[in-house]
């Protein structure tokens, strides 16, 4: 009987997305390869931004041992656990509201403590005063050990997403829909348990807001820090640019924390390694790329020029904030600006006016404007820098297509209705 409702609850996963195991597998590969890649192929250790170097000279460094001795280093190893451990600690020690996640497939809800946005504040405090005590010089270690950091994330993903996997077999875990294909490779990347938790511990939600995140900006400081060092104590427009917008998007994130509740990866994604290598070591240690160029290629914008990056900068943060906040209130019963709606035969609403009466995801939209303002401050001297707005534009058409199934299987034709009501995705009269 016990069997039987399991089964009932957790159905298998007769359909695969990323092209399958062997999509999975490739993933799984490439996302520590390119995080490695992206440092040294844009570095000045390695000779620049993309180095000079001759395919024989690739070769030769990767068949010799000392090269992934490297790759190692025990202090900034000890540094990362330590600081994980902190992020615990915050959010056990300090205070914040319980408030409730959206409705799980076994009738209950999830509930999580709102406190990502005092971890923030008190990191920030804590690292201003070390700053202001010990001087610039003292917080460059994030740059001078870039390497041995993203090491230890991965192997931190790694085990994480191994912990789960293996924990999702006890009797009674509600797994993603999505993550019970029964293929090991498969269940391991995607996630097999909906939302792994030690007691009211939320291990998903909380990787996604909290290590991750605030370590981005951390690198950031680190690497304005290097600069400032660099330069005798000042930093470039450019530099302060980049950190700037970048702090911005944490900031955001983390005070509006409880709307990532309504998300795909907390309400649909299992927590899997795509989800631990993603907020572990490709949030922190890639898409601070900007900020460690702009350290060795110190570019001075300019007033029209920092006006105009400021200006795509707000304007992907108004329409990225306008449509999140929209689509949060309703989803939370709120609907402030008297938003049109359809009501589905699943009894849910879908918005039909305002941002989300525009396009299927203004949401992406906002955040690929964003994407592009935090790239324009490293010029266009190499297309590296741009490999965030790249990727992200990749990652966001290949998730709105995830989406789409996911609503089309949800809503059915109610979802046929609405994307006829508003048939661009992503982008106006293109997509
Ligand atoms: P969305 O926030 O767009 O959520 C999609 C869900 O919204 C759908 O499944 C549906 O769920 C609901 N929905 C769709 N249309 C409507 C409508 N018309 N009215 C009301 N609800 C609707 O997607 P994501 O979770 O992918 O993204 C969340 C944010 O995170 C985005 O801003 C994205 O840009 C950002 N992001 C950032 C990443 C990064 O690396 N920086 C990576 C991925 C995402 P339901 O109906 O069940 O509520």
Redesign the pocket.
């Known amino acids: 009987m016990a069997l039987t409702s399991t089964t009932v609850l957790n159905p298998r996963t007769t359909h695969y997305e990323f092209l399958g195991p062997p999509g999975a597998l490739l993933v799984t590969v490439f996302v520590p390869i390119t995080a490695y890649a992206l440092y040294f192929g844009c570095s000045e250790t390695s000779g620049g931004c993309p180095p000079r170097i001759s395919y024989p000279a690739v070769i030769d460094t990767l068949s010799d041992p000392s090269f992934w001795k490297s790759l190692w280093d025990t202090q900034a190893a000890l540094i990362y656990l330590g600081w994980y451990a902190f992020c615990v600690l915050a959010w056990a020690i300090l205070p914040g509201d319980w408030v409730e996640g ?1 409705q799980l497939r076994d009738g209950g809800k999830k509930l999580y403590k709102i406190n990502a946005f005092s971890t923030f504040l008190l990191t920030l405090g804590l690292t201003s005063g070390y700053i202001w005590r010990f001087g610039p010089e003292s917080f460059t270690f994030l740059y001078d050990k870039f390497i041995g950091f993203v090491t230890a994330s991965l192997l931190m993903s790694v085990v994480q997403a191994a912990g789960c996997y293996a924990a999702s077999f006890r009797q009674g875990a509600l797994l993603a829909l999505g993550g019970n294909s029964g293929n090991v490779i498969y269940d391991f990347f995607i996630g097999r348990e909906l939302n792994p938790s030690i007691g009211s511990f939320d291990i998903k939600s909380f990787n996604e807001l909290r290590p991750g995140l605030i370590l981005w900006v951390l690198i950031d400081i680190s690497m304005a820090c290097e600069q400032a060092v660099r330069r005798g104590g000042s930093i470039t427009d450019s530099m302060g640019l980049a950190c700037l917008f970048q702090f911005w ?1 944490v900031a955001d994130s983390l005070y509006n924390e409880p ?2 509740f ?7 994604d299992g927590f899997g390694f795509m989800l631990s290598v ?1 907020d572990l070591t ?2 922190p240690f890639v ?1 601070s790329l900007q900020a460690r160029y702009l350290v060795f290629k110190q570019l001075e914008l300019g007033p029209i020029w920092t006006g105009a990056v400021v200006s795509v900068n707000l304007l992907g943060y108004w329409i ?1 904030r306008g ?2 906040g929209e ?1 949060n209130d ?2 939370n019963g709120y609907n402030p600006k008297n938003l049109k ?1 359809m009501t589905t035969e699943r009894g ?5 006016s305002g941002w ?2 525009w396009l ?2 203004p ?2 939209l ?3 404007v964003m ?1 592009l303002a935090w790239s324009l401050p490293t010029g266009f001297e190499t297309p590296i820098t741009y490999f965030y707005v790249m990727y ?1 534009f990749v ?2 058409v290949h ?2 297509m995830r ?1 789409d199934e ?2 089309k299987k ?2 059915g034709k109610d979802w046929e209705k ?1 994307t006829t009501l ?1 048939p661009y995705r992503i982008i106006p009269y293109i997509y």
């Open positions: 959206s998007y709307a990532i309504t998300t795909m990866d907390i309400t649909t993603g490709w949030v898409y990225f449509a999140n689509k309703f989803r709606y849910s609403k879908l918005l039909i989300w009466g299927q995801h949401n992406y906002g955040d690929l994407a992200f990652l966001l998730r709105q989406d996911n609503c949800k809503y609405y508003v």
